[in-house]
């Protein structure tokens, strides 16, 4: 079976395209607005992008009207956003926050999460969360769709404070990932989490390629 998706119709009841990249960290993006109006949103389009310094990016298709997206108006007119990992035990809190509601409505109320504040970043993060990243806003790319709700604003940001929580550190110095139970999206309404791990070292690989894959900056080699 083969398609394009440019203009055959999908030869599946479900598009193939939403479950092939497979499983997709959640971007759980909590922003403020100019005004002080807080704003916490799930997004399954996030990344990191590289790490020397660590850049990440989320990207937001708009409104059903063409409006932009409050996490990416936040961000833009406030310079910052936070990353607050989602994890299986927060999964509920994570879909109530997804509700489409009028802008102003605060989603940390409205999952029944707790704000705690940040270091650099305006807004606050999700206390509940194991793991946040404090992110300066870099710029948006904007990518033009079919439709007005498939523009896709891609927002990227330069991480600035990483905060994690003691008792998910293993005493090797890695996050505990099975106790954490990362959330990931698999299209459609499909969601999963992280409850096995495996390891796996490239064949003689040279110190500065395991600094890459270990996250050590290359002047600290």
């Known amino acids: 079976m083969h398609y394009d998706p440019r203009k055959d119709i999908r030869p599946l009841a479900f598009d193939p395209f939403k479950s092939c990249t497979v499983p997709r960290p959640i971007g759980w993006i909590s922003t403020i607005s100019k005004d002080g109006k807080t704003n916490l949103a799930p997004f399954s389009q ?60 605060d989603e940390f109320e409205l999952a029944g999460v707790t704000k705690i504040p940040c270091i650099e970043a305006p807004g606050p993060r999700v206390a509940e969360s194991p793991c946040h990243f404090e992110c300066r806003y870099l710029n948006t790319l904007r990518f033009p769709g079919a439709t007005k709700v498939s523009d896709a604003d891609v927002v990227f940001g330069e991480v600035v404070r990483i905060h994690v929580k003691e008792e998910f550190v293993l ?39 395991m600094a890459g894959l270990e996250g050590r900056p290359r002047n600290r080699l």
């Not at 090797?172 to 959330?183: A, C």
């Open 171 to 209: 005493s090797s110095g890695k996050l505990d990932v099975l106790k954490i139970r990362p959330l990931a999206r698999m299209g459609y309404y499909d969601y999963t989490s992280v409850t096995e791990i495996f390891e796996m070292r490239i064949p003689n690989a040279d110190a500065t390629e």
């Open 46 to 105: 996030w990344q990191n992008i590289t790490y020397d310094p660590p850049i990440v990016m989320f990207s937001a298709d708009q409104h059903v009207d063409g409006r932009k997206k409050d996490t990416v108006i936040n961000a833009e007119e406030t310079g910052y956003f936070v990353w607050n990992m989602a994890t299986y035990d927060l999964r509920e809190a994570v879909n109530k926050s997804a509700q489409p509601v009028p802008r102003g409505v």
